[in-house]
Structure formats: C-alpha cells, structure tokens
C-alpha cells in the first residue's frame, strides 16, 4: 500500500491478525506468544517461506508447540530484517483451480544472518527446545563452509549432553540426505572423533524431496499484498495450491513420521523414486523452458507451455523420454499435474529466475535421462533441443537483439566460448557440450549426443526457436 502522506507505510504486525482474520483471511489458528523454536532453518528464502514452513505451520495449529521456526539467512540481511519488523509474520497469495486465496504464516519465530550473527545461530543450534535442521541454501550451497558451521553447532550439543538432531536438507541434490551428511561427517572428524561419532550415532539425515512452484517476489506481488492486508508486506510470496514433501523415515526422534503425516507429509523408506521424478520431470522441464523462453523473449513459464509447440515439446519429453525410465509408479498422473500446474497464469514464474546456475543443474537434471535412453539405443532429440537451447542462451542475447544477464558461477566462460563459436553449431556444442563439470564424463565422449545437439542447434540458428521446435517430433 502506498503511503501518500509522506510517512513510512506500516507493516504487517501480529495487532493486524484479528483483523484480517475478521475479513476471511487464514491467519495463524495458535497464540505465538511464548512459542520457543524447534526448528533451526538455514537458507531463509521464499521456497522455504512457502513450503516447510507452511507444514510447520499446520502443525502448529494442531496443537504440536514444538515446530517454530528460527530462520537464519546466510549472509543477505535485507529479508531477515524485514521480517523480524514484522515479527516473523508474512502472507502468501496461493493460487489453484480453486481460485486464489491468501493466508498469512506465523511458524517463523525469529530471524538471525549466520554472517552477521553467528553466535546467535549456533546458540540456537545448541538450544534444548531445537530439535530439527532444515535447509534450503541451494545446490551450490553445499560447501565445507556450511559443514563447519552446522558442526560447530552440533558440537556444542554433544557438549551440553544434548540429544542429536534431525538434519533435512531440503535442496535439488540427489541423495541430499547422506550428500550432507557425508559433509558433516568429514568436517567433524577434523574437528574430533568424539563429535563425529556422536553425530553418527545421535544425528539423522533423511534424504528429502521438495516440490512447490514458488516464483521470486515481484514488486506487483507486494503491492497485491498491501492492498489485501491494508498494511505492507516486504516478506509476501505467491505460490501454487500443490505441494509435496517426501521424506526418508529417517528420524532423531523416531515419533516425528507420525507427526509429519498427519500434516501431510509423505514419510517414506526410498525417496529415491520421488526425487527423480522431481527432478527430471519438473525441474528438467522447467530448465528447458527456461532457455528456449528466454531466446524466444517468453518471460514467463505459463507463456511458454500456453505456445501449443512448447506445450507438445514439454509433453513429449516427458511422455517419451523420461517418464518411461522412472520408478515411480505414477509418473503419468503427476506429468499431467505438471502440465496444468506450468499453465497457471498466477504463478508468473520467470524463465530467467529458472535459468540461473543452469552448469551446476544439468548434470542433475538432464544427463541421467540421456544416458538411459543413450543406453537402450532411444531417440533423444527433446532433450538434444534443450541442450541446444541452452547454448544459444548463453550468447546473452535473445531473438529480438535484447540482450540479458547469465546468472552462472561460469556465466563469463560460457558466454565468451558461445560468442566465439557463435556462428559454427558443430564448434559451439564441441566447446559447450564437452565441458565436463556440466555434462559429467560421458555424454561428452558420446559422439550420436553430440550430433543429435548439433543438428538441433543448427535448427533453431536456421529457424528459430519456436519454429525449430516445431520440426520434433
């Protein structure tokens, strides 16, 4: 809500709930006073503000005190301070075929930057009252760095004599449980082999997979916020009506799968079927549109899958080249879901939101897909399209001449070996398409991969995107 008077405007407080509860809005349904947190969260950003969060919530409000969140954001201070104005308190425009509905959240309890306040995080990590670590630091996230931090907090609950913790990464890494684990494992030893065996024996790590469609805030989602509340929200966030959560039954407290279910969790033995599915369904679907509708200037995903070619290039790679080489069981049911969810025009997810860090996604996302079909003798020429995509993406410059940023921790080697190539397809996939810290060791070496891209890169040169699109099958 703009404020005309000149005065700063005021911001969502916990005085505004009976308010907006009195004009229908879903409010906390639990008194937030005195709640202590039992959760420590590490990577305070939207997804998590609109996913585990929300089933912390929900626990909440059935009665568990135990779920409050403490939110640490790495090291940006602008969204952790915002929010602690607000007393933790933010709202989410949910959009489904249902309509859309506003809710606001108060699982989050406190806020802290582990850069600017470390103390205070690994004060909280050693607290009584936590008994869980979430974390949503991204895939690139995953560094020593972050191990040392979480070990030096794990050790000073071995030294109070504290019970161990359940530790949830909740990031897009295959087998993200024991990834960080394995992390931890490694910087405790350095540390001591006391603390090691502790976080062995006391400590679990389920492995996890997250699914919700939450786009970056946008100033028209604030302001669409501030009208609804009739105060300003700088923590506001659309979402979708979905949302899934798979978790291995891998617990400190063994007790937490039935509390988990009953807020509908999917607790688990084998993730493994999930996350793959996730991971090469959405999130492979999602890096494909992402490129192809940055080159063709549709800055959005429900713009890109409502082209009647995109929508048959995203089916179709689903339907024929990965679907048929998952495990889970109903891959065809939640194809179609994903269709419908993209579709959503409320969501207004941006393909360049998607296409950051593309190097460190596509040996996850798209490589596992084209080894099995390259292994069974199948046609790849979908995802040899997104692949070309991909390298025409990283020129910069889209099909109306309007040129971009590449958000990519190799954004200024990628950019310089396109540019370079740029008028050779055979040279450009021979430079892009052979690094191995993007494709892994060996579609670089697959010689009918590197021809299929090829021919697909001089397709859409010749064509255009959307037209070369049209020429799959």
Not at 40 to 53: P, V
Request: charge should be neutral; hydrophobic fraction near 45%.
């Amino acid at each position: 809500m703009n404020d005309t008077t000149g005065n700063s405007p005021a911001f969502l407080s916990p005085t505004d709930l009976p308010r907006l509860k009195a004009q229908g809005l879903s409010v906390p349904a639990y008194a937030r006073q005195g709640l202590m947190p039992g959760v420590l969260h590490l990577g305070l950003g939207a997804f998590h503000r609109a996913h585990q969060a929300l089933v912390f919530d929900r626990l909440l409000a059935s009665g568990d005190t135990r779920w409050g969140i403490f939110g640490v954001a790495m090291r940006s201070t602008q969204l952790a301070d915002a929010l602690a104005t607000q007393k933790g308190l933010y709202a989410l425009q949910i959009a489904s075929r249902d309509g859309v509905a506003w809710q606001v959240a108060g699982a989050l309890l406190q806020t802290a930057v582990a850069a600017r306040e470390p103390e205070q995080v690994l004060a909280a990590m050693a607290s009584p009252t936590t008994r869980w670590i979430t974390l949503t630091v991204t895939e690139k996230g995953y560094v020593p760095m972050l191990a040392d931090l979480l070990v030096q907090g794990l050790a000073r609950r071995h030294a109070g004599g504290l019970p161990g913790l359940t530790i949830a990464s909740c990031d897009n890494l295959t087998g993200n449980g024991r990834h960080l684990q394995a992390l931890c494992l490694e910087a405790a030893r350095a540390l001591s082999p006391a603390v090691a065996s502790w976080i062995q024996t006391q400590c679990a790590f389920p492995n996890s997979m997250v699914d919700r469609i939450v786009p970056a805030a946008t100033p028209a989602r604030l302001d669409a916020a501030s009208q609804v509340l009739g105060v300003a929200d700088a923590g506001a966030l659309g979402t979708e009506g979905f949302w899934e959560w798979v978790l291995e039954r891998r617990f400190a407290d063994p007790a937490d799968a039935q509390a988990l279910l009953s807020a509908g969790v999917t607790v688990v033995d084998e993730v493994r079927p999930f996350e793959d599915a996730k991971l090469r369904m959405l999130n492979g679907s999602h890096s494909a549109m992402a490129y192809i509708g940055a080159v063709a200037g549709l800055p959005t995903i429900a713009q890109c899958i409502g082209q009647p070619v995109l929508h048959a290039l995203v089916h179709g790679l689903m339907t024929h080249e990965i679907g048929p080489h998952l495990s889970r069981q109903d891959w065809p049911a939640y194809r179609d879901a994903l269709l419908a969810r993209f579709a959503n025009p409320e969501l207004k997810h941006s393909v360049h939101q998607i296409a950051n860090d593309g190097s460190q996604k596509i040996l996850q996302r798209w490589v596992p897909p084209v080894l099995d079909l390259l292994a069974q003798g199948q046609a790849f020429e979908r995802l040899a399209f997104a692949a070309a995509a991909w390298m025409r993406f990283c020129l910069g410059e889209d099909e109306q001449a309007q040129t971009y940023t590449i958000n990519d921790p190799l954004s200024d080697q990628l950019r310089a070996l396109a540019n370079t190539h740029a008028s050779d397809a055979a040279a450009t996939v021979q430079a892009l398409g052979t690094l191995t810290s993007v494709w892994g060791e060996a579609l670089p070496r697959s010689a009918p991969w590197l021809a299929g891209v090829t021919t697909q890169l001089k397709n859409i040169s010749s064509h255009g995107m959307l037209k070369a699109a049209a020429l799959l099958p």
